[in-house]
Each structure stands twice: as C-alpha cells, then as structure tokens.
C-alpha cells in the first residue's frame, strides 16, 4: 500500500502545527522524502504510517520551518555578536543549512530508533549488521 501522505493536515495540526495548508502540503512532501530515504521506503510498504513516522514528519517540518534553507534565507543566524561598537555577523548560509540538517537527521533517527515496519524489519535498517 503506497501513502500518499505520513501526516494529514488535521494530524499536523493536532500536535500543534501553525502552517498552512498549502505550505504544509510542499513541506509534508519534503518531509515524507527523507524519511522515504532514511527508511528505504519501507512505510511505504506498510499497512499503515506508525506514529512514531508521523512525529518524525513533523518534526521534520518544524525544524524545516525554523532552521532550514528558507528559514536561513528569510532570517540568518547571527554567528557573532559584539555590543561595545556594535558588530554582528551572519555565519554562512550553506553551513547553517548543513548543520540544520544534521540536526533534524538525528532527530529522526532517535524517533525511529527500533520503530520496525509489518515484516519486523527495522525501519532504519541499511543492510549492515554490526
């Protein structure tokens, strides 16, 4: 069974969401993609979306939200602050975006951790077993 979606709107909003609609429907989308990468697309597979994958989307979204690409575009961290003369910089966008990204994988790598899809295979599970 293919989804179409992880998490409805009605769901996003639920735990608290404050998107759009339409803004939501770009962001679930991107968010279901890593996912879809994280887990080989395993939930794709199963009968239905665990929460756990729906808290991971969100998660995802939120963080998108506050610290992803736009996010940084929109509204830079400020990498340095100085009040004596009044200096402020702005760290680099793509590290930031880097560094942003990190952290939302590991994030849903913690909420995933021994989340297993209907065959008992772990979600996470990348071929390896170490």
């Given at each position: 069974?293919?989804?179409?979606?992880?998490?409805?709107?009605?769901?996003?909003?639920?735990?608290?969401?404050?998107?759009?609609?339409?803004?939501?429907?770009?962001?679930?989308?991107?968010?279901?993609?890593?996912?879809?990468?994280?887990?080989?697309?395993?939930?794709?597979?199963?009968?239905?979306?665990?929460?756990?994958?729906k808290m991971?989307?969100?998660?995802?979204?939120?963080?998108?939200?506050?610290?992803?690409?736009?996010?940084?575009?929109?509204?830079?961290?400020?990498?340095?602050?100085?009040?004596?003369?009044?200096?402020?910089?702005?760290?680099?966008?793509?590290d930031q975006?880097?560094?942003?990204?990190?952290?939302?994988?590991?994030?849903?790598?913690?909420?995933?951790?021994?989340?297993?899809?209907?065959?008992?295979?772990?979600?996470?599970?990348?071929?390896?077993?170490?």
């Open positions: 069974m293919a989804h179409s979606q992880y998490l409805t709107f009605e769901e996003y909003k639920g735990y608290g969401g404050e998107l759009t609609e339409t803004a939501f429907r770009t962001e679930e989308f991107k968010a279901r993609k890593r996912i879809d990468h994280l887990t080989a697309s395993r939930v794709q597979a199963m009968e239905s979306v665990p929460e756990a994958v991971a989307v969100f998660t995802l979204m939120q963080l998108e939200s506050k610290i992803g690409l736009s996010a940084q575009l929109d509204n830079p961290m400020i990498a340095s602050f100085n009040t004596d003369g009044y200096s402020e910089s702005y760290g680099s966008v793509t975006v880097e560094a942003a990204s990190k952290s939302a994988m590991a994030s849903v790598k913690h909420i995933l951790d021994g989340e297993l899809d209907d065959n008992g295979v772990p979600l996470l599970y990348r071929g390896l077993d170490l």
